[in-house]
């Protein structure tokens, strides 16, 4: 029996959508098609053959993206239309903080990997639920090298191939200005055109990319950084919540998602982001586990809750000549 | 899913017709819901479970129908894609796909497997090399887990394969190529099978 006899044979009896589901998303679909057409997604004017694709090998934390550009035949980006023109205030301030000079990024050499340390407070919200403290740790080699990683996710913790972190000429690559970084973002996972305007998806592909920039402690230089606040002040979305005080005293703020509808992909997978107020660097970030989370035992077992609030504090960060070296 | 070009036959109106009405009819769109709903809803269950497929199948179509002006109004069958669309959404799921091979690969390690000389002398089954086909899966490159999957589980050809992703058709052949060489590797430490000589781990 080949390999792909056998794969064909894994799990081939997954049941089919139930009822509920099934009814569920044909009327998701026939409420789209009942709204106004100026009210839907406009249909894509995206000319295909006038885009030339480029491609870069990139990976931020764990994966390997495609990026795609959409060039103009000037060789500029022409979709900037996309995007919002009046950037959010409260964003856009903390993006001109950045303090020259500080959070210079650290140099690692091919086959080094970046050692992270992670401790997460969570806090059930359900009575009786278990507080739980828990330690993640983390060693993201250097891409070129097709070394081991190894990530625990709330204390579990498993040893993968592929993926790492990029290089420092890769991240130099990467363009600064809002509009081109925010293409560049969405390109990264998917290079098919985006819609216009964006939709969930494309915005939570961008999101992916852009906070995968900044939850990567000590490589990313700083201006990079900044660039990545600056960006997020033109996503209809992100907010600010300035002046906090993170875990140990540092100055911090809070990059949140206030206008998701509950339920949607990007409510459920991106995080607030907590960062520095003047270097931007990550602090941590927090997020909600909800039922949905739940159905695994060791998520019951864990907290006994059906809700629980967790919050990540980055304890250490550095580069490190081998995978299970602690600094 | 082998009997989706039969039903091809009996159903009315091929894709492309329908993809045409609903253009100025965008009710009429509901109609590939019905034919594929179940087939989107399979793949995406298979790659992510049932909680995220029922999410990637409303997606599925509701973007579709967005983008449906862009559909390649010369080719009969819709299938590659609306699963071209799927794959893209489960993307946007990668955290939870990879944690569901790793956590495959746990349990069965986990499950009091049969000793190694019972396991080689069983029939070789899926369920027997489950730890294996699941982390090989997620040391996958994501575009080669796509065009292994779509050719594996949702049964498309090379060149179906190569409009769903939207890449060259000797592109989906070295993906594939690669891929089961992966698969094959995993599969042949266990002695369960012999590995090809020459075929290269993906790791990068």
């Known amino acids: 029996m080949d390999e792909l006899t056998l794969l064909r044979e894994l799990d081939a009896d997954a049941p089919p959508p139930t009822r509920e589901a099934r009814v569920a998303a044909r009327t998701r679909l026939e409420r789209e098609i009942a709204r106004p057409p100026a009210a839907r997604r406009r249909r894509p004017s995206w000319n295909g053959q006038r885009a030339a694709l480029v491609f870069l090998v990139l990976t931020v934390i764990g994966a390997v993206v495609v990026v795609a550009r959409d060039m103009g035949e000037g060789g500029e980006l022409t979709r900037s239309d996309l995007l919002r023109t009046d950037p959010a205030r409260d964003v856009l301030e903390l993006a001109t903080r950045n303090q020259e000079g500080l959070g210079l990024p650290a140099n690692m050499r091919p086959g080094q990997y970046l050692y992270t340390r992670t401790v997460i407070e969570a806090t059930p919200l359900d009575p009786g639920g278990i507080h739980r403290t828990l330690v993640d740790e983390g060693w993201l080699p250097t891409l070129d090298q097709g070394l081991p990683s190894r990530t625990c996710e709330l204390g579990r913790c498993w040893t993968a191939g592929g993926g790492g972190v990029p290089s420092a000429e890769e991240l130099e690559r990467i363009p600064r200005e809002p509009h081109r970084l925010i293409l560049y973002a969405r390109a990264s996972h998917d290079p098919s055109p985006p819609s216009e305007p964006f939709t969930e998806l494309d915005w939570n592909l961008t999101y992916e990319f852009l906070f995968g920039l900044l939850r990567t402690p000590l490589i990313v230089p700083p201006d990079l950084r900044s660039a990545v606040v600056r960006a997020l002040a033109y996503t209809p979305h992100a907010r600010i919540l300035d002046e906090r005080v993170e875990f140990h005293g540092r100055p911090a703020a809070v990059i949140y998602f206030p206008s998701w509808d509950p339920g949607s992909i990007i409510d459920r997978y991106v995080a607030d982001l907590i960062v520095d107020r003047y270097t931007h660097e990550y602090l941590g970030e927090r997020w909600e586990l909800g039922p949905a989370d739940m159905k695994g035992p060791r998520n019951r077992r864990l907290f006994n809750s059906s809700r629980v609030r967790l919050v990540s504090h980055l304890e250490e960060a550095a580069v490190v000549d081998r995978l299970g070296e602690r600094p | ?204």
Request: glycine share 6%; charged share 30%.
């Open chain 2, 1 to 204: 899913m082998k009997g989706v070009a039969v039903l091809a036959v009996e159903r009315g109106p091929a894709d492309n017709a329908v993809v045409r009405r609903s253009l100025d009819e965008p009710e009429a769109f509901t109609e590939l819901f019905d034919r594929y709903a179940d087939e989107v809803h399979r793949y995406a269950a298979r790659r992510l479970g049932s909680t995220a497929a029922d999410d990637v199948m409303a997606e599925a179509f509701t973007v579709a129908f967005a983008r449906r002006g862009r559909f390649d109004l010369s080719r009969p069958d819709a299938r590659p894609w609306l699963l071209g669309i799927a794959t893209n959404l489960i993307r946007g799921h990668r955290r939870t796909e990879l944690r569901r091979w790793r956590a495959m690969a746990r349990a069965a390690a986990a499950g009091g497997e049969e000793p190694e000389a019972e396991r080689v002398a069983a029939r070789l089954t899926a369920q027997a090399v489950r730890r294996e086909l699941a982390a090989a899966l997620a040391l996958l490159s994501p575009d080669q887990r796509d065009a292994l999957l779509l050719y594996a589980w949702a049964e498309l050809d090379y060149q179906e394969i190569a409009e769903a992703l939207d890449v060259p058709i000797g592109t989906v052949r070295s993906r594939l190529h690669r891929a089961r060489g992966v698969l094959r590797e995993a599969l042949a430490a266990t002695g369960l099978q012999q590995n090809q000589p020459g075929e290269a781990r993906w790791t990068s």
